[in-house]
């Protein structure tokens, strides 16, 4: 099963590394991003250190969306997840791929938006790398796998487009707010490090959690 | 894995929503026979061959599989379904090579029997290599087939596949499918375009609302005027 | 299901809502702290606009019991297919979605008379309004996502579902110290706990009710819909 699963993560990585058209598009978005909010804040350095971890997950929830949604767009163009679903592969392998494939896809865009804050926004993201690697990569993660649930099921819905972060953003809410403050304890003036490894290990538990209910009820979903 | 060569559908039911799609139909598919199902839009066509195909799942009744007596379940029957549909089921930037590459490592088929399936359906060979995307209409059309023909289903399910085919294309088609009935192949086929299945068709189903209000098997092959006739008296 | 069952509930419902109306009112006493010595008012009094403690408490357990029955019932619906659950399922999120707005009104009315605030992003308030925001997308899912609505909306309720124990913590976490509502059922007088929790009850039983009344609608017009199209197959009806 995770054989087949690389298989389809690997497909959809070779796509995008031909066409690059979501990364190129969500990077530049995500920069965008961080330059309305530089104009947002006043000149005060406090209020802006304060805020930045907000800016940072906020951009990655939008261009993350955006990101699901363009990606699952591209099995729909061909009909080809109805190909997918038919092979004889089991369908959590075609879940888990995609999953991988959009994690992949959301850090690279972190990867972009992370730097441009710490230069434009002067943010002291890169003090505690590995912390906030972690951060970034548990709170992808969660996004890529309930994310990709919700943009299988949607594929044929009506409204999908503005459905995907109706559906999503409740649901990641929790999510998002660990995400923010871990970050916050990692760039506030006097970093707490105990704080930060609390949010880390809660955004452990929330994506072990949603991982397990994404494999048991995907099938159930995706299938008419 | 076992070839299929009976399907069973049992007082298949389906409903979306408020809408019912499918109401109480049973029907038998059996080995080296072209079943043409017809009716207007909104019949149920396309959903009944999303029931067999295992992609939708009915509300009441039943589907079995059977191969050599015994049944089959889950991935072994998939891996004997192919299907043709109106979109190319394949990724506009990858190359027709590594198109069916990839369906081959989903289907557990060694990758030599890429070219040949390219080689069947006639796809020029210097197209091989080029994104998908930048195919013409009949050459998305030979990719999509040799994609189905890949994997040597034994339950080949199309949903209009004839439309967008010039009449060369049609007949071709309609050759290739003429063959697979003769090889054991169980052909399914969904469409509007009588001329084209005309003189293979053995097996005739015609739905209307959901239900299946006319099925019949009694002649070797229907002609173009006898699916007319059986079409306009049953379909409305 | 019997056919007394609707009529004995609304009499019982009403009959809660007076009692509980008079008890809120009548039967409990105004809250006000007094300093034992000096005689004086201390802290937090908020005397008569406490009252709508209650029923912003009755309404925000409803909340939660609703979350449960459309995320449990969501469940059954995937594994089954059975119309009823997913009929269920639709009922309380409908429901649940007036009763949350009551939530977040007299919650906000509450922030105004306790802390002269109309908001706090305090512990409760802010789990209540997630909460919310869970079913609102729930009922938006419903709405717009046309035939694959019951799905994608059967996915929302069991990932929302899932999600409120995150919720609970992460709200939990961040909280003030003395932020007005923390313990504060645990610390309530006893006085009051007799109106309070026959509030909660009458409430919980008018929002059975609705939802029982809202399935048996739902589950009509699929009755009259089936008949109307075995009519149709029969050629009885044009």
Same mark, same amino acid.
């Given at each position: 099963?995770? &054989?087949h699963?690389?298989?389809?993560?690997?497909?959809?990585?070779?796509?995008?590394v031909?066409?690059?058209e979501? +990364?190129?598009?969500m990077? +530049?978005f995500?920069?965008?991003?961080?330059?309305?909010?530089?104009?947002?804040?006043?000149a005060?350095?406090?209020?802006?250190?304060g805020?930045?971890?907000?800016?940072? $997950?906020?951009?990655?929830?939008?261009?993350?969306?955006?990101?699901?949604?363009?990606?699952?767009?591209r099995?729909?163009e061909?009909?080809?997840?109805?190909a997918?679903?038919?092979?004889?592969?089991?369908r959590?392998s075609? +879940?888990? &791929?995609k999953?991988?494939?959009?994690t992949?896809?959301?850090?690279?865009v972190?990867v972009?938006?992370?730097?441009?804050?710490?230069?434009?926004?002067?943010?002291p993201?890169?003090?505690?790398?590995?912390?906030?690697?972690?951060i970034?990569?548990t709170?992808a993660?969660?996004?890529?796998?309930?994310?990709?649930?919700?943009?299988?099921?949607?594929?044929k819905?009506?409204?999908?487009?503005?459905?995907l972060p109706v559906?999503?953003?409740?649901?990641?809410?929790?999510?998002?707010?660990? &995400?923010t403050k871990?970050?916050?304890?990692?760039?506030?003036?006097?970093?707490?490090?105990?704080?930060?490894h609390? $949010?880390m290990s809660?955004?452990?538990?929330?994506?072990?959690?949603?991982?397990?209910?994404?494999?048991?009820?995907?099938?159930?979903l995706v299938i008419? | 894995m076992g =070839?299929l060569? =009976?399907?069973?559908?049992?007082?298949?039911?389906k409903?979306?929503?408020?809408?019912?799609?499918?109401?109480g139909?049973?029907?038998?598919?059996?080995?080296?026979?072209?079943?043409?199902?017809? #009716?207007?839009?909104g019949?149920?066509?396309t959903?009944?061959?999303?029931?067999?195909?295992?992609?939708?799942?009915?509300?009441?009744?039943?589907? !079995?599989?059977?191969?050599?007596?015994?049944?089959v379940? #889950?991935?072994?029957? =998939?891996?004997?379904?192919?299907?043709?549909?109106?979109?190319?089921?394949?990724?506009?930037?990858?190359?027709?090579?590594?198109?069916?590459?990839?369906v081959? %490592?989903?289907?557990?088929i060694?990758t030599? #029997?890429?070219v040949?399936?390219?080689?069947?359906?006639?796809?020029?060979?210097?197209?091989?290599?080029?994104?998908a995307?930048?195919y013409? =209409?009949?050459?998305?059309?030979?990719l999509?087939?040799?994609?189905?023909?890949?994997?040597?289903?034994?339950?080949l399910?199309?949903?209009?596949?004839f439309?967008?085919?010039?009449r060369?294309?049609?007949i071709?088609?309609g050759?290739?499918?003429?063959?697979l009935?003769?090889d054991?192949?169980i052909?399914?086929?969904?469409?509007?375009d009588?001329?084209?299945?005309? %003189?293979r !068709?053995?097996?005739?189903?015609i739905?209307?609302?959901?239900?299946?209000?006319?099925?019949?098997?009694?002649r %070797?092959?229907?002609n173009y005027?006898?699916?007319?006739?059986?079409?306009?008296?049953n379909?409305? | 299901m019997?056919?007394?069952l609707?009529?004995i509930l609304?009499?019982?419902?009403a /009959?809660?809502l007076v009692?509980s109306?008079?008890?809120?009112?009548?039967?409990?006493p105004?809250?006000?702290?007094?300093?034992?010595?000096s005689?004086?008012l201390?802290?937090?009094s908020?005397?008569?606009?406490?009252?709508?403690f209650?029923?912003h408490?009755?309404?925000?357990?409803?909340l939660?019991?609703? /979350?449960g029955?459309?995320?449990?019932s969501?469940?059954f619906?995937?594994?089954?297919?059975n119309?009823?659950?997913?009929?269920?399922?639709?009922g309380t999120?409908? /429901?649940?979605?007036?009763?949350?707005a009551?939530?977040?009104?007299?919650?906000?009315?509450w922030?105004?008379?306790?802390?002269?605030?109309?908001?706090q992003?305090?512990?409760?308030l802010?789990m209540?309004?997630?909460?919310?925001?869970?079913?609102?997308?729930?009922a938006?899912?419903r709405k717009?996502?046309?035939?694959?609505?019951? *799905?994608?909306?059967?996915? @929302?309720a069991?990932?929302?579902?899932?999600?409120?124990?995150?919720?609970?913590? @992460?709200?939990g976490?961040?909280?003030?110290?003395?932020?007005?509502k923390n313990?504060?059922v645990?610390?309530?007088?006893?006085? @009051?706990?007799?109106a309070?929790?026959?509030?909660?009850?009458t409430? @919980?039983?008018?929002?059975?009710?609705?939802?029982?009344? *809202?399935?048996q609608?739902t589950?009509?017009?699929?009755?009259? *819909?089936?008949?109307?199209?075995?009519?149709l197959?029969?050629?009885?009806?044009?």
């Amino acid at each position: 099963m995770l &054989g087949h699963a690389f298989r389809i993560a690997w497909k959809d990585l070779r796509i995008e590394v031909r066409s690059k058209e979501i +990364f190129m598009t969500m990077a +530049f978005f995500g920069a965008l991003l961080v330059v309305i909010y530089s104009f947002a804040f006043p000149a005060d350095a406090a209020a802006v250190r304060g805020s930045v971890p907000g800016i940072l $997950w906020v951009s990655l929830a939008f261009t993350g969306t955006i990101a699901l949604g363009r990606a699952f767009d591209r099995e729909r163009e061909n009909d080809t997840m109805r190909a997918l679903l038919l092979s004889p592969v089991p369908r959590l392998s075609v +879940f888990i &791929g995609k999953a991988i494939a959009m994690t992949v896809l959301i850090l690279g865009v972190a990867v972009i938006v992370v730097p441009l804050l710490a230069l434009w926004l002067n943010a002291p993201l890169f003090d505690y790398p590995l912390e906030l690697a972690a951060i970034v990569a548990t709170g992808a993660l969660g996004i890529a796998v309930v994310g990709s649930v919700f943009a299988a099921t949607l594929l044929k819905a009506r409204s999908r487009d503005v459905l995907l972060p109706v559906v999503l953003y409740p649901i990641l809410l929790p999510l998002f707010v660990a &995400g923010t403050k871990g970050t916050a304890a990692l760039v506030q003036v006097h970093p707490n490090l105990e704080i930060a490894h609390y $949010w880390m290990s809660f955004l452990g538990i929330y994506d072990a959690a949603f991982l397990v209910l994404s494999l048991w009820i995907f099938e159930s979903l995706v299938i008419e | 894995m076992g =070839r299929l060569d =009976r399907v069973q559908i049992e007082k298949v039911g389906k409903r979306y929503g408020t809408e019912r799609a499918l109401a109480g139909v049973s029907l038998e598919l059996t080995r080296g026979s072209m079943c043409a199902l017809l #009716g207007h839009n909104g019949a149920g066509k396309t959903t009944l061959l999303g029931v067999v195909s295992t992609l939708v799942r009915p509300d009441g009744g039943t589907v !079995t599989y059977e191969s050599g007596g015994t049944v089959v379940k #889950g991935e072994g029957v =998939r891996g004997q379904i192919g299907l043709l549909a109106h979109a190319s089921l394949c990724y506009g930037e990858l190359s027709a090579v590594e198109n069916l590459e990839f369906v081959a %490592g989903l289907y557990g088929i060694p990758t030599s #029997g890429v070219v040949a399936a390219l080689d069947q359906v006639g796809l020029d060979k210097r197209a091989r290599d080029r994104a998908a995307r930048t195919y013409s =209409r009949g050459m998305l059309q030979r990719l999509a087939l040799a994609r189905a023909l890949l994997t040597k289903p034994s339950l080949l399910l199309l949903d209009e596949p004839f439309t967008g085919l010039d009449r060369d294309g049609a007949i071709a088609l309609g050759e290739q499918l003429g063959a697979l009935k003769s090889d054991g192949t169980i052909v399914v086929v969904v469409t509007h375009d009588l001329e084209a299945i005309a %003189g293979r !068709t053995d097996h005739v189903a015609i739905l209307r609302r959901g239900k299946l209000v006319c099925e019949e098997r009694d002649r %070797g092959a229907y002609n173009y005027d006898q699916l007319k006739d059986l079409y306009h008296r049953n379909a409305a | 299901m019997n056919k007394f069952l609707v009529p004995i509930l609304c009499v019982v419902a009403a /009959v809660g809502l007076v009692v509980s109306t008079w008890l809120v009112f009548y039967g409990s006493p105004l809250q006000y702290t007094i300093d034992g010595e000096s005689g004086r008012l201390v802290g937090t009094s908020l005397f008569f606009n406490q009252k709508i403690f209650y029923f912003h408490v009755a309404h925000a357990f409803v909340l939660f019991a609703a /979350v449960g029955v459309a995320g449990i019932s969501s469940i059954f619906y995937l594994k089954n297919r059975n119309p009823k659950w997913d009929d269920i399922a639709a009922g309380t999120t409908d /429901v649940a979605v007036a009763f949350g707005a009551a939530v977040l009104a007299t919650g906000i009315i509450w922030a105004k008379a306790a802390w002269d605030v109309w908001w706090q992003w305090e512990p409760r308030l802010t789990m209540s309004l997630l909460l919310w925001l869970i079913l609102v997308g729930y009922a938006l899912v419903r709405k717009f996502a046309g035939p694959s609505a019951d *799905r994608v909306a059967a996915g @929302m309720a069991i990932f929302g579902m899932f999600g409120v124990p995150f919720i609970y913590t @992460m709200v939990g976490a961040d909280s003030h110290p003395g932020s007005g509502k923390n313990g504060v059922v645990a610390t309530l007088d006893p006085a @009051m706990r007799p109106a309070m929790w026959i509030t909660v009850a009458t409430f @919980m039983l008018w929002f059975v009710l609705l939802i029982i009344v *809202r399935v048996q609608g739902t589950r009509a017009e699929r009755e009259l *819909r089936e008949l109307r199209e075995r009519a149709l197959d029969l050629g009885v009806l044009e």
